[in-house]
């Protein structure tokens, strides 16, 4: 079945400065490719998505980029504010398995 | 409007005792899940429901038994609790199988003494 890896597990960083979670994943037959953000006590949230037929998509201060053919794909946000302080899940999902297998996590810091 | 609600928010209880979680949407999505996350975090999924039927059982133990009466509803029932049953069910719905955007429900913390 599908393995999903997440880097690095925990994270700190400076207000302002930027933060890059990679995640790698086993089988090439995956074709879609969340990320979620889960605040403390909170339900996890999904913050931006990207399929297969594209290598990058963005949404403000947040990015995705995928490489295929190494099976590895990467959350970048720019300009880090406190209220990005969460876990972050990547997830990889394959339509012959009819389900959508999260990461480990990575818990982001942002300190003021 | 509480788009996905499950009830109860906290549950605390023995060993040996069933519980249910109940779940329900209001975004009328065709697929329901049933993720467990422990500890440490990690999300698993348990169960999947598509229009009522029963798509994925991630080899989860045979003492829960997911129910989906209709396709806004999946409820979560488990027997005979064990201490390894602590931690917090989430239910969420999709619009699709595969491929879509998962809605989670607040979730449910349960607490196994």
């Known amino acids: 079945g599908e393995n999903v890896e997440q880097h690095p597990s925990t994270l700190s960083v400076q207000e302002g400065d930027s933060a890059v979670i990679k995640c790698t994943y086993s089988?090439?037959?995956?074709?879609?490719f969340p990320w979620y953000k889960q605040e403390l006590g909170k339900r996890p949230q999904l913050i931006i998505d990207?399929?297969?037929?594209?290598g990058e998509k963005k949404d403000q201060r947040i990015a995705v980029t995928l490489n295929k053919t190494a099976k590895h794909f990467s959350l970048h946000i720019t300009e880090t504010q406190p209220e990005d302080s969460a876990v972050y899940f990547c997830?990889?999902?394959?339509?012959?398995?009819?389900?959508?297998?999260f990461g480990p996590g990575t818990s982001l810091s942002v300190i003021p | 409007d509480t788009a996905v609600s499950q009830t109860p928010k906290y549950l605390v209880t023995q060993m040996g005792n069933d519980k249910s979680i109940k779940c329900e949407q209001n975004l009328g999505h065709d697929t329901m899940y049933w993720y467990k996350q422990d500890s440490k975090k990690f999300l698993k999924i348990m169960f999947s429901y598509n229009n009522k039927e029963l798509i994925i059982n991630e080899t989860v133990p045979n003492r829960f038994s997911p129910k989906s009466p209709d396709k806004a509803h999946l409820n979560l029932h488990i027997n005979s609790l064990e201490l390894g049953d602590s931690a917090v069910y989430f239910c969420?719905?999709?619009?699709?199988?595969?491929?879509?955007?998962?809605?989670f429900g607040e979730g449910s913390r349960l607490t196994v003494l």
């Open positions: 997830a990889v999902a394959d339509a012959s398995y009819d389900k959508v297998i």
């Open positions: 089988d090439s037959a995956s074709n879609y």
């Open positions: 969420a719905s999709s619009r699709r199988l595969v491929g879509g955007e998962l809605f």
């Open positions: 990207i399929r297969s037929n594209v």
